[in-house]
C-alpha cells in the first residue's frame, strides 16, 4: 500500500548504505562503520544476520538497538524495542505529534527522546533508521540486556554526534 511508502524508502535507504556508502554524508558512514563493528563483536551473543541488507531489517528484525539519525546533519537519537525498528519509530512519531497537536506547541527541551531532537517529527525524507544491533539471542534476555545496551550505545554515539557537530560548525 501507498501509506508505507517512506518505511520502504527508509529500508532501500538502509540496504543502499551497505551498497553505496559514499552516496550518504560522512556522519552515515561513520555510524555504519561503528555499527558494523559492533556487530561483528557482539555476533556471538546475539545473531546479528537480521540486520543484514536485503532482509527488511527495519520491519522484519526483532528486538534491535537502533538509531533514528538525521541525513543532513549528525544528530541521533538512539532507541531500543522489542518490536521492529519501523513499527517503534511509528508509534513514537505518532505519539510525539499527538502531544504536540494537544499542547499546540512543540516538545520541552527537558522532554528526553526523538521529540527533544524533533527527529521523531521530522517527516521520513529527512531521516535514516539504522538498527545498530541485534539484542535476539538464546543466551539473552531482552529485559535484562535493553537498558545497559541502549545507555552503551547512547554514549557511544553522543561521543560520535558532539564530535561531527563540532566538525560541521567548524
Known amino acids: ?50 540486520l543484514l541488507p536485503g532482509r527488511s531489517a527495519l520491519l522484519a528484525a526483532r528486538k534491535v538497538v537502533y538509531a533514528i539519525v538525521g541525513r543532513g ?13 519501523a513499527q517503534d519509530f511509528l508509534e513514537r512519531s505518532a505519539r510525539e ?20 531532537n524533533g527527529l ?11 538498527p545498530l544491533e541485534s539484542l535476539s539471542g538464546e543466551r539473552l534476555l531482552f529485559h535484562q540486556v535493553a537498558t545497559p545496551r541502549l545507555h552503551y550505545w547512547a554514549k557511544l554515539l553522543h561521543n560520535f554526534s558532539s564530535r561531527s557537530l563540532s566538525e560541521a560548525e567548524a
Open 73 to 85: 546533519n549528525p544528530r541521533i537519537q538512539v532507541c531500543v524495542t522489542r518490536f521492529s525498528c
Open 120 to 130: 521523531a517529527l521530522q517527516g521520513p525524507d529527512g531521516l535514516l533508521l539504522y
Open 1 to 50: 500500500p501507498a501509506a508505507y511508502a517512506p518505511i520502504y524508502a527508509l529500508q532501500a535507504a538502509y540496504d543502499e548504505l551497505f551498497e553505496r556508502p559514499w552516496r550518504f554524508p560522512a556522519h552515515l558512514q561513520l555510524l555504519h562503520t561503528l555499527a558494523l563493528e559492533e556487530r561483528e563483536r557482539r555476533q556471538d551473543l546475539a545473531d546479528q544476520t537480521p
Open 97 to 116: 505529534g499527538r502531544r504536540a497537536m494537544e499542547t499546540g506547541r512543540r516538545p520541552s527541551q527537558r522532554r528526553k527522546g526523538a521529540a527533544r
